[in-house]
């Protein structure tokens, strides 16, 4: 029975960790290979949510939606849009220099977050939006439906790694990081800067979207609150650098360790006094807010650092 | 050899970790006038940042009125007498002119503040109405006056300067040589780095020829100027006139 | 038209002075430190709360507060200043950005274990606002938030033009290796930079509890406009960051009157008018209104 209850402990675990192991991985896609600050991972991840959930849930009478259409076309629809979006966002923002980029991302982050809050007709606002739906629901129940999404969640791991690994060794993921490098340089040579950063910006938010999708299967419910910026950008730009920036394996080992002390550092203030317990969660946000400095101080490149030569970030 | 106020012995320096000069031998005597020339990319400019520790260091030794400047931070060297003049960029472009020469005395005041302003201004007259524009609208020389003339408020012992007349007018060119002159005939000493290498020669009590980050040729002015094999390699088609 | 100036043009010009405080400091330390400053906005949250603490604790107004809160929150800024973005100095500053993100989210989880999480106010009871002329009505906070802001960029004018150290931060923020070379001390100029924008970020935090309430996201929420206001003014421009204050405060007031009872823009989207405005400054104006620093 104890072992059980770990596994199972572990499946969830799992699950939530490959969700952020997307997110990583396509933060990983923006910052790592395209060296593009990308402060408002949140605002795409609910992008993602919103438009996976109206998609794929079953009619409701508060806001539109109630398509009841299958998951894949739920997922296709979140990337699309949150295509869309980053192209938009790109086209206006990539040629800027980081720490812009950083401002104008938290603002599309924060413009997309007072959209879902307002705009009721179509996400039902800070209400959320409930009942949706969970892939392979009708074949597992229970316990093996657990197993099952962590299944489906860690294969869509897999084709994340496998899409930026094949764009890491590609041709077009040279000019890249050649781009990051040495800009200018770049330039000479008669590449065309911005559209390659526009793209890279777009194929991250995609899957930054999915992995978005993927949590509102996992939750089946999801309103606003779960964008709070703070748990899922500030999270995932932690698990990039601890695992490693510029290296996939590194995005997916950094999303693995900094959630795993994310979960620790739940069980370790659930042993508080009674009367913390209540503020647990902001002991939580100091400790992962103090274990970043450390990394950045200590650990810049990561546990897996990027192996092919870095001249200049 | 008399009184040496600036001395680099064996000095091998660069940038991260590879070295861009090598075993750099040089002495500014006191009063002097030093002049560094050779072709680009000789390490001339480096050789210059490496004494305001602008680099990092390898080996050999930069020793300044007897004590050595290795690992003293850049802005420290103010305090100390030395003063720099960097090629570009090298006025506050949004400060007015009378304030690029006030910060000028921050880390160092001179003497007498009013007395060593209107030196600089004796020096350069152009800079009397231009006092309350600011740097940045200024042309090429009289931005190069300006950084000068910031450099001289704090009463320096050595200036450094970085090819003054890069990007220059002929006219400015002669004005400039012969400000050094006058510069030096005050007392203090001079290490420049120049492209125009035969005026700049000529006023030289000694030349360093840089060639591909190590000493060249090393002798009086007047020497290096007569001297055929620099001539034919060094001064030939490079130098104007 | 009355009503314009009563419940837009006062509002935003009070909203459009909070702004401007905090805006100066994070165009000092983007022109002097030369790193978006994340954490500014929690630097805010940390003074109004350090001013609450003296309201409760001495029983003293808030405005009598402000000066406990600048001391407090000063400490804090130099604190990591020291701790978190000086050893990450000499790297690429985009470090010293990532830094700041984690800097603004200790502050706040710090503050939220300290005072909690429920919003509070310095004094309850409704005050009544002064009328003049018959028609013109202004709350006497915003009479006092308003002016205060105004000596305040007269006092930050005169120390960067006639003082020695704000004359050499304004080198630094124009070339900071050629102040190196003309010898001024960076650090030193550096804890003159988190002192001055600490402090206004103090005074700014205690201007919004004093106008609505004291809360955790207090700061956090006005980033994206400080930040626009910042870019308006030009980076390394205080003086520049105030005007962009007033503007981007106005324009976000402004955009909600009605014109032929139809409202510009939903009050609900009030925080997109600055973003909106940032981006198209950024793609069209990038020195900012006042010709500052492209970094």
Not at chain 1, 117 to 143: A, Q, Y
Request: with cysteine; aromatic share 10%; glycine share 10%.
């Amino acid at each position: 029975m104890e072992l059980a209850g770990l596994f199972f402990y572990l499946i969830t675990f799992l699950t939530m960790a490959g969700i952020y192991a997307v997110l990583c991985l396509a933060l990983n896609m923006q910052w790592g290979f395209g060296g593009l600050f990308n402060a408002g991972i949140a605002g795409f991840y609910a992008i993602g949510a919103y438009a996976a959930a109206i998609v794929t849930s079953a009619g409701s009478k508060s806001h539109v939606g109630g398509f009841d259409l299958p998951i894949i076309v739920g997922l296709v629809v979140a990337g699309i849009i949150a295509g869309l979006v980053g192209w938009a966002v790109a086209r206006l923002c990539v040629r800027l220099k980081s720490d812009y980029l950083a401002i104008a991302t938290i603002g599309i982050a924060e413009i997309i977050r007072l959209f879902i809050v307002n705009e009721e007709w179509l996400t039902n606002g800070s209400l959320g939006i409930s009942h949706i739906p969970r892939p392979m629901e009708d074949w597992f129940v229970g316990k093996p439906a657990e197993i099952a999404f962590a299944l489906f969640v860690w294969s869509l791991v897999l084709l994340t790694w496998f899409v930026a690994h094949r764009l890491y060794i590609s041709p077009w993921g040279r000019v890249l990081r050649a781009i990051r490098d040495n800009e200018e340089a770049a330039e000479s040579i008669g590449k065309d800067v911005q559209s390659f950063r526009t793209q890279t910006f777009v194929i991250g938010a995609i899957f930054m979207a999915v992995a978005g999708a993927l949590s509102a299967h996992y939750f089946k419910y999801f309103s606003p609150d779960a964008t709070e910026p703070i748990l899922v950008t500030f999270l995932v730009w932690v698990m990039l650098i601890a695992g490693g920036s510029g290296n996939n394996k590194g995005a997916i080992l950094g999303a693995l360790v900094v959630w795993g002390i994310w979960s620790m550092t739940e069980i370790l203030t659930s042993m508080l006094p009674d009367g913390m317990t209540t503020r647990s969660s902001y002991i939580r946000m100091l400790l992962i807010g103090l274990f970043l400095q450390f990394v950045l101080q200590r650990y810049r490149s990561g546990l897996l650092p990027e192996r092919a030569p870095k001249l200049r970030i | 050899m008399t009184n040496p106020i600036l001395q680099v012995a064996a000095l091998t320096a660069g940038y991260g970790t590879s070295s861009i000069i090598h075993d750099i031998d040089l002495v500014v005597e006191e009063k002097g006038i030093v002049v560094i020339v050779g072709p680009n990319g000789a390490g001339k400019s480096t050789l210059l940042k490496s004494i305001f520790g602008l680099t990092s260091y390898f080996s050999g030794d930069i020793t300044y009125e007897n004590s050595s400047l290795l690992g003293i931070s850049t802005s420290s060297l103010v305090p100390m007498g030395i003063s720099a003049v960097p090629q570009n960029n090298n006025v506050f472009p949004s400060l007015t002119v009378a304030e690029n020469l006030d910060v000028g005395t921050y880390a160092s005041a001179p003497k007498n503040y009013d007395q060593t302003l209107s030196l600089v201004l004796e020096l350069f007259p152009d800079l009397k109405d231009k006092l309350s524009q600011p740097a940045g609208e200024l042309s090429g020389g009289q931005r190069q006056m300006v950084a000068i003339g910031r450099a001289l408020m704090s009463d320096p012992r050595l200036l450094l300067l970085d090819e003054p007349t890069a990007g220059l007018s002929p006219a400015y060119l002669e004005k400039i040589f012969d400000l050094i002159l006058q510069i030096r005939d005050s007392g203090i000493s001079i290490l420049l780095v120049e492209q125009n290498a035969k005026q700049a020669l000529r006023i030289a009590d000694m030349g360093y020829v840089l060639v591909n980050g190590k000493n060249g040729f090393t002798d009086t002015g007047t020497n290096l100027l007569n001297n055929d094999e620099v001539r034919r390699a060094f001064l030939g088609g490079g130098a104007p006139k | 038209m009355m009503d314009f100036i009563n419940y837009y043009f006062i509002p935003g010009l009070t909203l459009g002075s909070i702004y401007a405080l905090g805006a100066v400091g994070i165009s000092m330390i983007f022109g002097i430190l030369r790193f978006a400053h994340f954490a500014h906005g929690d630097l805010m949250t940390v003074g109004a709360y350090a001013a609450l603490t003296a309201v409760w604790t001495l029983g003293i107004p808030a405005l009598a507060a402000i000066p406990i809160g600048i001391v407090f929150t000063c400490a804090v800024a130099l604190f990591t200043d020291r701790f978190f973005y000086k050893p990450l100095r000499d790297l690429p500053t985009i470090y010293t950005v990532i830094a700041s993100f984690g800097v603004a989210l200790i502050l706040r989880s710090l503050i939220q274990l300290v005072w909690g999480t429920e919003s509070q106010v310095y004094e309850t009871g409704f005050q009544k606002p002064i009328i003049l002329f018959d028609v013109l009505r202004i709350a006497t906070r915003h009479i006092q938030i308003i002016a205060a802001t105004f000596v305040i960029a007269i006092l930050l004018h005169l120390f960067l033009t006639y003082t020695r150290t704000g004359k050499s931060m304004r080198a630094v923020a124009d070339d900071p290796a050629l102040a190196s070379i003309a010898g001024l001390d960076p650090e030193k100029i550096v804890r003159w930079t988190w002192i001055i924008g600490a402090s206004l970020a103090a005074i700014a935090g205690i201007f919004v509890g004093l106008d609505t309430d004291v809360h955790t996201n207090l700061g956090w929420n006005m980033l994206l406009p400080m930040f626009a206001a910042a870019l308006l003014g030009g980076i390394g421009r205080p003086l520049g960051a105030i005007a962009g204050g007033l503007i981007i405060g106005m324009a976000e007031e402004i955009c909600t009157f009605p014109v032929f009872g139809e409202e510009l823009i939903s009050p609900s989207y009030k925080s997109a008018v600055a973003f909106v405005m940032m981006v198209g400054l950024l793609l069209f104006r990038p020195q900012g209104l006042f010709k500052g620093r492209v970094l």
